[in-house]
């Protein structure tokens, strides 16, 4: 049976040195139709590395990706955490490390667990625990800037998706979820036999009365049946205390979130 996650982890700790990265090239923002993608490359041209950024506007966890032409990870999968400097803020986040063949790359990738984007532009590194043998620091510089270019990224997004960001700025309180949860027994049968696993990002409204409405797919976990049931898991169970305005109306609001599918 396999194991569904809303992102939900126990990092584990390390204490050997990092492998510190620096940056060889500018950040460039991907203003994308479903999600912002901040780039920047690492290294050096003999070995090379990129380091993807990957916020959703309403979510709290962020995607975060290495790409190295060698693998650089002892661990397929597991959970982890990463750290930011010179804070020393720790965050849960679940690793999964897989070889894309089209790319001829190695993927890293690091779901992380209620980092804010306020914290990330404050920090100067940011350190990945995968385990004791691979530890990764990677240098941040002009996080204020590359914050500025994200914030205006992400109103595009939500102008796309028929929202108003000015008037999501004026929510006095954020939507509260109270009900909601998602396990391993909902794992689809018919993707755990055809071995299917992976993340799908998804948004919805929360209307005034705290309903779930309108779930979307923003980025596919790589199988349609994961992706459906993950919606309709949403629709069915998820429950909210609604957004409330200055004046403490119940207002609409925005969602997005990620649930993360994988096999034993």
């Known amino acids: 049976m396999g194991i569904a996650t809303l992102l939900a982890f ?20 991907e203003f994308a139709d479903s999600m912002c993608v901040a780039i920047r490359e690492y290294g050096t041209p003999e070995a ?11 979510d709290s966890n962020i995607e975060l990706m290495i790409g190295a032409s060698r693998n650089l990870a002892r661990k397929t999968k ?30 890293s990738r690091y779901y ?3 980092i804010p984007l306020e914290a990330l532009g404050k920090a100067t590194a940011i350190n990945f625990d995968t ?16 914050r500025k270019v994200l914030d205006r990224c992400q109103d595009d997004l939500l102008r796309s998706w028929g929202a108003d960001p000015a008037a ?11 009900a909601g949860y998602v396990s391993d027994l909902d794992y689809p049968k018919g993707a755990a036999n055809r071995g299917e696993q992976g993340t799908v990002a998804l948004r919805w409204v929360v209307d005034p009365k705290g309903q779930p409405v309108g779930c979307t797919i923003v980025s596919s976990s790589g199988s349609l049946e994961l992706d459906s049931v993950s919606c309709a898991l949403v629709s069915a169970r998820f429950r909210y205390e609604p957004a409330l305005d200055t004046s403490g109306k119940p207002v609409a609001s925005w969602v997005s979130q990620r649930i993360t599918w994988r096999l034993p």
């Open 10 to 29: 126990t990092a584990a700790a390390s204490a050997q040195p990092a492998a510190t990265y620096t940056p060889s090239g500018k950040w460039t923002v």
């Open 48 to 58: 090379p590395l990129t380091l993807l950024l990957k916020p959703l506007p309403g």
């Open 78 to 107: 597991g959970e982890t955490k990463v750290t930011l400097d010179p804070s020393g803020q720790n965050f849960a986040a679940y690793y999964y490390d897989a070889y894309a063949f089209k790319l001829r790359r190695h993927i």
């Open 112 to 114: 992380v667990q209620d």
């Open 131 to 146: 385990d004791q043998a691979s530890r990764r620091e990677f240098a941040l510089t002009d996080m204020a800037q590359l």
């Open 168 to 178: 999501l700025a004026m929510i006095a309180t954020r939507a509260k979820m109270v």
